[in-house]
């Protein structure tokens, strides 16, 4: 699990109408992560919007990606079901991802004790094939409750988790249970991200690393040497992009900004509004002139 720390970039999934994988454009999405210097890289969690593809074409693009990648390849596994995500389990591990990311069954609310049920029932059908990420995701799954995380962790049964809640007191709870269960914590809520790994975060599993992976690196890199003041500007840079969360789907908006530099994202799960067409023109004209700005104070 060494490298799962620092910056993972969270893919988004190139697509045509279909929707079908464009593997061509995820292949260059893979090249253009794998030399931005991001610690890996993760496919179909929330950010890559797995619910719209097969199990059939993840498994697929995860083994191929896992070939083509110069990173570790973190593979999301989640499935509205138990057999759907171990047979995805099964698929990644022999595929030779470096972790499985797997969130509670989607869709339908859950108690507490059954996402431990359904986790516990996970690791066993792996038997140990590859390191389990719990993915606290509440926008998407019912939500972990960090009582039930530590309890999983203690297990030993899992590697670690990535926490999307945005709550800082879900981090603080999770990062006092490693004193004494060692397991690696990374934040999905770059909101968080400065004062969580400044706290002792292992790193993130973030989105905007895939749109901007040099915001992302250069922000760790000044938390890690403790520059306060290169932390703060970064910081402040990485709020004001994700200050136009609040107009799109997060997956649209990284998209876009995917796009924005190049890259083929192909076109979106469903369409805008008038005025959010409009709001996507404003962003596309804002992050034009953003973007060479950050790029300059990350060199």
């Known amino acids: 699990m060494a490298a799962i720390g620092g910056i993972t970039a969270a893919a988004v999934t190139p697509r045509r109408e279909g929707p079908e994988i464009d593997l061509a454009a995820t292949f260059e999405l893979i090249d253009f992560l794998g030399s931005s210097g991001v610690s890996s890289i993760s496919l179909f969690g929330s950010t890559g919007e797995f619910v719209h593809f097969t199990t059939e074409d993840r498994s697929r693009v995860i083994s191929l990606a896992v070939k083509r990648s110069k990173r570790p390849v973190i593979a999301g596994v989640a499935h509205s079901t138990l057999d759907g995500a171990v047979a995805m389990g099964r698929e990644a591990a022999g595929a030779g991802a470096a972790a499985l990311l797997l969130m509670p069954p989607y869709f339908y609310g859950y108690q507490q004790e059954d996402i431990r049920e359904f986790y516990r029932c996970f690791a066993r059908e792996l038997a140990g094939a590859a390191p389990i990420l719990l993915y606290n995701a509440p926008a998407s799954a019912t939500a972990i409750a960090p009582e039930t995380a530590i309890e999983l962790m203690e297990s030993g049964e899992f590697a670690g988790i990535k926490d999307s809640s945005g709550r800082w007191e879900n981090f603080a709870r999770l990062r006092a ?91 979106h799960a469903a369409p805008l509004g008038p005025e959010g067409r409009a709001k996507l023109a404003e962003f596309h004209e804002w992050f034009r002139g953003w973007l060479p700005a950050v790029r300059k104070e990350c060199a």
């Open 177 to 267: 249970a490693r004193d004494h269960s060692r397991f690696t914590l990374l934040v999905g809520q770059e909101t968080l991200y400065a004062p969580a790994r400044q706290a002792g975060a292992d790193g993130a599993i973030s989105g905007v690393a895939c749109a901007v992976p040099e915001l992302m690196l250069a922000l760790d890199l000044a938390i890690v040497a403790t520059n306060t003041e290169k932390t703060r500007r970064l910081d402040a840079r990485l709020q004001e992009f994700l200050a136009w969360a609040e107009y799109f789907p997060p997956p649209m908006l990284l998209r876009e900004a995917v796009a924005a530099r190049g890259l083929r994202v192909g076109p």
